[in-house]
Nanobody, 124 residues
Framework: QVQLAESGGGSVQAGGSLKLSCAAS???????MAWFRQAPGKEREGVAT????????YYADSVRGRFTISQDNAKNTVYLQMNNLKPDDTAMYYC??????????????????WGPGTQVTVSS
């Protein structure tokens, strides 16, 4: 079992920044961790992922160049630095852990463990 806990959400104006954190009880039961988001009435969307071994990262086209995912292996924590936020980034953000193949990283079904989520609201 992996317990995940997100933090760092909040409300910002467009153009602002937020940094989300996801503390995991362990990294040993997963090969990668990812951030997903879900806005009301929309499907859950993969935002970014990072692989524990080697640190490979992948991003959704909608956030590439604005968001950065990173990890601190000593703290079992993954971060999502979000810059130049837009109103379309408004959503509940979830952290997930699993063993997803890289070509399936954005598929929610590839993840076994999920955090409760943290809300991000961007106003125009």
């Amino acid at each position: 079992q992996v317990q995940l806990a997100e933090s760092g959400g909040g409300s910002v104006q467009a153009g602002g920044s937020l940094k989300l954190s996801c503390a995991a009880s362990t990294f040993t039961d997963s090969s990668n961790m990812a951030w997903f988001r879900q806005a009301p009435g929309k499907e859950r969307e993969g935002v970014a992922t990072i692989y524990h071994a080697g640190g490979a990262t992948y991003y959704a086209d909608s956030v590439r160049g604005r968001f950065t995912i990173s990890q601190d292996n000593a703290k079992n924590t993954v971060y999502l630095q979000m810059n130049n936020l837009k109103p379309d980034d408004t959503a509940m953000y979830y952290c997930a852990a699993g063993r997803a193949w890289s070509w399936k990283w954005s598929n929610p079904d590839a993840y076994n463990y999920w955090g409760p989520g943290t809300q991000v609201t961007v106003s125009s």
